[in-house]
């Protein structure tokens, strides 16, 4: 068996990402696609959506840190607010940082901490292996 025909006889897993959010609910609808990382706070309308679909809502909490003080209190209300949305509609919820250089990595305890702070009221252990998990490690 060639590589190219391995390939297709194991489908992709993808996470949607984007700004347009038309986009990203016409992904949801694709049995390949495991949720969507949007770059702007999502809105009601597609964590609804994403709760029909049973797909997973990845949040870059990196943006908090990186931002400036002003900003930061702005992206903590929507961070929050859509963490209640995600709750309300049962949405499983997978925080993940998407450093840009080595000073903004953070630790297991520090991303457990800000998510937190930020509204997750999930089990952080899971949330933090949900990736593992969806590509099917139990460990």
Known sequence: MDIKAAAQSYPKKTIATGTNEGLLAKSLKDRNTIGVLPTSMPSKKLIAMLSEHDKTLFVNVNTVITADPKQQQKLIYLYRKTMHYCKQFRVNVCPVTLAGSE??????????????????T???????????FLHGKTN
């Open 103 to 120: 000073h903004e990595l953070l630790s297991a305890k520090q991303l457990i901490v800000l998510i937190k702070f930020l509204g997750f």
């Open 122 to 132: 999930g089990d952080e252990k899971k949330a933090l292996s949900t990736l593992g």
